[in-house]
Each structure stands twice: as structure tokens, then as C-alpha cells.
């Protein structure tokens, strides 16, 4: 620390040195009309280049020089990339040149120059003006990857930025998966909408929500789980095809697949079912792979991943015998399948309910090994209580999640219209929350009332962003697809 303070002192002794100078270290009067991708672009596959022929303004920050007496090389880093800068006293005139002398690398500098090839043969920008717009305070960090506390990477996201530009590169896929999800959706004549992010009721998903006051209002508020009440409400309302792209916030734990605050896409399409929606999302996250990165297969974390058509679609139910050391007869008898969760280590209490159960046992034996992209359907009603029951089989709901690489991406079901139905499953919920269950439902009597009005059969849809991104980015954490994520206090 005392170092870094040292290093602090002198730049700023070196600011202090510039205003007495009479000069602005933090200028806001240069503009660049190029960037580092346009000279790559013009003169990356040519060899010999007129230096009368174009002149480039570059601006960006120092990354690293390497000095000559009266000559030095500079890497330049802007928005598009980097380039080598080559500054020579003769050309830029001495007092110029003893100016440059002074800049650190982390400084934000214009330059404009020429280009030419170096004796490797490395694509270069003569400098012919060279000027300092920003001096940097605190150094860059060597070897940022070698810092001890990992942390340090997200609480300083704007060095990680600068300093790694496969950082950068996820977040400009992150952009981009964002824009190709927008586009396909506004293409198939889906509406983008904006909800409340504050609910009187928090609902849409089973999660313990964040609260706040509103003053004036003298009330509690809750910061939404889910956006679909709202969405559902706009499908009664005429507006049959609906989406929103935006943030949830769940007051949960923290870990490589969750951040309290992440981003969801929504979507409810009228006269439409889940297994339609199968499809649909089949269409776009093969869209997507192919857009982004030009192939359907891809690696993530060591595995090979295929969109490729179609996926695979198995029943809860299924996919525990399938991937559990447990017979149906044991799994179908409740004693029996609660006895067996016990044997793999699940502490359950006595009276967890059939759904619930059998939704543990899938997470412990079967959720983990679907690293393909499988649809698992056939959820029990206990745990779907916005769902439409199946015609076929009231114990279960015609839903469906979406599991790639051992996680859950999305989360989608023929809703439930019928009000009647609607209603006494939020009081089975209102039981459960009175019984200790934080993540059950509240009773919603606006939203029942907008039932009664009339949802037509309708079909909908949540996918985790954040975890799509990291799938498609072969990224280990969602920490690495979140710009700023929550972490604990820093310690001093």
C-alpha cells in the first residue's frame, strides 16, 4: 500500500506540474474520427502503405511502452481494440515530445498519424500529434489475473475492462444475445413491454422478494420476482403477444447461478401451448448460437454443447428413473420415494408434500446430468400453482423447463385461466406461507379479478439471460456475465 500511494503522490505531482504549466491535464476538446478497427480494416492485408495517403485521430488509453532515447512505441486501447502507436521526436517537435515523456501508461491521450509497418511487419500508427487527455492517478495492475482476492475483478470492473479484452468480449456477446432475442421476438409480431418493477404483491415465481417503503404512500413495496402477473394481465387486456426483457430480484442466496438482481426475458403468446412453446424456443436459441457464433455446437466448461434439432424431452417423472438408483414402484408411493430421498442425503420433513418431493429427488439424481438440451415436462401441480392443470392428469400441469448443462435456462406453461381454479390455488399457497413457507405465493385479488374478465388459452415463457449468456460465452459464473454483480461489504 505504501507503494501505491508513493505512485499516487507522483501522479499527482505531475497533474500539479501541468496546471502550473498552464496546461488542462483533463481536456474535453480533442475528438477522434477513427478507431483502432478502422486502420486495421483499411490497411490490415496491405503491405506497403503511402503515408500521404490517410491521416487517422485515434483516441484511447496507454496499455504499455517501450522507449528509445528519442523515439518510443506505445499500445493504444480504445473501444474497437488496440493498436501500436509509433511516437518520434523528429515528427512531433521537442516540446511535444518532452510533454509525451510524462505520460504514464493508463493515460487517456489523442493521436494523429499515418500508417505504416514496423521492421516485423506490425501494422502502426505514425504519431504526428500526440496530446494527453486524461492523466491517470492510480497504475494498472501488471498482472491482474495474479491478483489473490478474485473478488477484486468484480468490485473493480471498470480495470477488469480495461485490462482484459476477453472480459470486454463477453459483455459485447452479452449485448448482442440481448439484441438478436429483441429482434426475433418484434419479427414474429411480439410487442416489448415495460411492467412495474415495484409490486404491492409480489408474484410470478416462487422466491422470497425484497421490500421497501414508499413514503408519501405510507405503504410496503415489493421490488418484483417476476414480471408475469403484469404481462398475463396485458394478454387479458388485447394485447396477445407480449414480452419483456428486464431485471427480477429475489431475496436469495448467492452462488456461480445466482445474483439476487439478474435479467429475464418474458413472453405470453395467446392461443398458443407449451409444447408450442418448445418449438419457438427450439427456433430461437438456434438462431441465437447461429448469429453469435456461426455453428450450433460449442464448448462450455469442457463439454460440447449441439442446438441441434430436435431436443430431447422427457417427463420429471423420467428422468429420475432414468438418472436415479430408484424403481417406479418406490418413486410412485410416497413412504416409499420420501425414504429413498433420505438415503441420498436430502433432509426432507415428514409432511413435504408429494410435488415437492419428488421435485428434490430430480434436482439431486437428474437435474445435474442433462447436459444436452433437454425439455423435462409433466411438473407436479403442488409446485405449479400458475399453471394449467393437464387434461390427461390433474396431479401434474402441461409445463415444461429447458435444462442445458446441467442448469435450468428457461421455464415455460399453458397458463392457468380459470379463475375458480386460479383463486384456490392461491389459497393453497396463502396456507403454505402461513405454515412458514417464504417462498409461497400471496393472494392476488387483482390479478384473479382480471381472470374472471378472461385470459384467453394462452402460453408463456421465462429464460434466465444471464445464464444463456453464460452458456453461449463458456462462462464458469454468473459473476462473469454480470457487469456489476452483488457482492458482500469490502473490507478495508
Same mark, same amino acid.
Given at each position: ?12 505531482? #505531475? ?17 477522434? +474520427? ?38 518510443? %512505441?506505445?499500445? +493504444? ?20 515530445? /518532452? ?16 500508417? %505504416? ?6 501494422? =502502426? ?5 500526440? $496530446? ?10 501488471? #498482472? ?10 468484480? $468490485? ?47 408474484? &410470478? ?49 448467492? =452462488?456461480? $447461478? ?7 426475458? !418474458? ?14 424456443? !427450439? ?10 457464433? &456461426? ?25 429420475? +428413473? ?19 430421498? $433420505? ?13 415437492? +418431493? ?8 437428474? !437435474? ?43 421455464? /415455460? ?19 403454505? #406461507? ?25 402460453? &408463456? ?28 461489504? !469490502?473490507?478495508?
Amino acid at each position: 500500500m505504501e507503494e501505491l500511494s508513493e505512485l499516487l503522490m507522483q501522479r499527482r505531482r #505531475k497533474v500539479d506540474a501541468l496546471w502550473e504549466a498552464g496546461v488542462n491535464p483533463y481536456p474535453n476538446d480533442f475528438r477522434p +474520427l477513427n478507431t483502432s478497427a478502422d486502420i486495421l480494416a483499411a490497411y490490415g492485408d496491405k503491405e506497403q502503405i503511402d503515408p500521404n495517403e490517410t491521416n487517422f485521430v485515434v483516441a484511447g488509453r496507454i496499455l504499455a511502452r517501450r522507449s528509445f532515447g528519442k523515439a518510443a %512505441f506505445i499500445q +493504444l486501447q480504445d473501444r474497437k481494440g488496440r493498436i501500436q502507436i509509433y511516437v518520434k521526436k523528429d515528427e512531433i517537435g521537442e516540446d511535444a515530445f /518532452a510533454s509525451f515523456e510524462t505520460f504514464d501508461i493508463g493515460d487517456i491521450i489523442g493521436v494523429e498519424g499515418y500508417p %505504416f509497418r514496423t521492421k516485423t511487419g506490425e501494422l =502502426s500508427l505514425h504519431a504526428r500529434l500526440i $496530446r494527453l487527455l486524461v492523466k491517470s492517478l492510480l497504475p494498472l495492475p501488471e #498482472k491482474f489475473h495474479g491478483l489473490t482476492d478474485v473478488e477484486t475483478r468484480y $468490485r473493480q470492473r471498470y480495470v477488469d475492462l480495461i485490462v482484459n479484452p476477453e472480459v470486454r468480449e463477453i459483455f459485447i456477446k452479452r449485448s448482442r444475445i440481448v439484441n438478436l432475442i429483441r429482434s426475433f421476438m418484434t419479427d414474429r409480431d411480439f410487442l416489448e413491454v415495460e411492467t412495474p418493477m415495484m409490486h404491492q404483491i409480489p408474484g &410470478g415465481a416462487t422466491a422470497r422478494p425484497f421490500i421497501t417503503h414508499h413514503n408519501t404512500l405510507d405503504m410496503d413495496l415489493y421490488l418484483r420476482v417476476a414480471p408475469e402477473l403484469y404481462l398475463k394481465r396485458l394478454v387479458v387486456g388485447g394485447l396477445e403477444r407480449v414480452f419483456e426483457i428486464n431485471r427480477n430480484f429475489r431475496n436469495e442466496g448467492i =452462488s456461480v $447461478r445466482h445474483n439476487p438482481e439478474f435479467t429475464m426475458m !418474458e413472453f405470453y403468446q395467446a392461443y398458443a401451448t407449451y409444447e408450442d412453446l418448445m418449438d419457438f424456443t !427450439e427456433e430461437l436459441f438456434c438462431h441465437v448460437a447461429q448469429e453469435l457464433l &456461426g455453428t450450433l455446437a460449442f464448448s462450455n466448461q469442457g463439454l460440447t454443447i449441439s442446438f441441434e434439432r430436435p431436443w430431447k424431452r422427457l417427463t420429471v417423472r423420467d428422468a429420475i +428413473l432414468a438418472y436415479g438408483d430408484i424403481e417406479a414402484k418406490q418413486l410412485d408411493d410416497r413412504d416409499l420415494a420420501l425414504a429413498y430421498a $433420505r438415503s441420498i442425503g436430502l433432509a426432507l420433513p415428514d409432511g413435504i408434500g408429494y410435488g415437492k +418431493l419428488i421435485m428434490e429427488i430430480f434436482e439431486e439424481v437428474a !437435474e445435474h446430468k442433462l447436459i444436452q438440451p433437454t425439455f423435462i415436462t409433466a411438473y407436479p401441480t403442488e409446485v405449479s400453482p400458475l399453471s394449467r392443470k393437464s387434461d390427461l392428469d390433474p396431479d401434474i400441469v402441461d409445463r415444461f423447463e429447458l435444462i442445458v448443462a446441467g442448469r435450468e435456462i428457461a421455464n /415455460a406453461f399453458s397458463e392457468l385461466n380459470d379463475p375458480i381454479d386460479q383463486k384456490e390455488r392461491f389459497l393453497a399457497q396463502v396456507a403454505e #406461507k402461513d405454515k412458514g413457507d417464504e417462498e409461497a405465493h400471496y393472494m392476488d385479488e387483482d390479478y384473479v379479478r382480471a381472470l374472471e374478465y378472461g385470459l384467453p388459452p394462452t402460453a &408463456g415463457e421465462g429464460i434466465g439471460i444471464d445464464r444463456l449468456v453464460m452458456l453461449l460465452t463458456d462462462s464458469p459464473s454468473i459473476r462473469d456475465v454480470i457487469l456489476f454483480p452483488q457482492l458482500r461489504k !469490502e473490507t478495508k
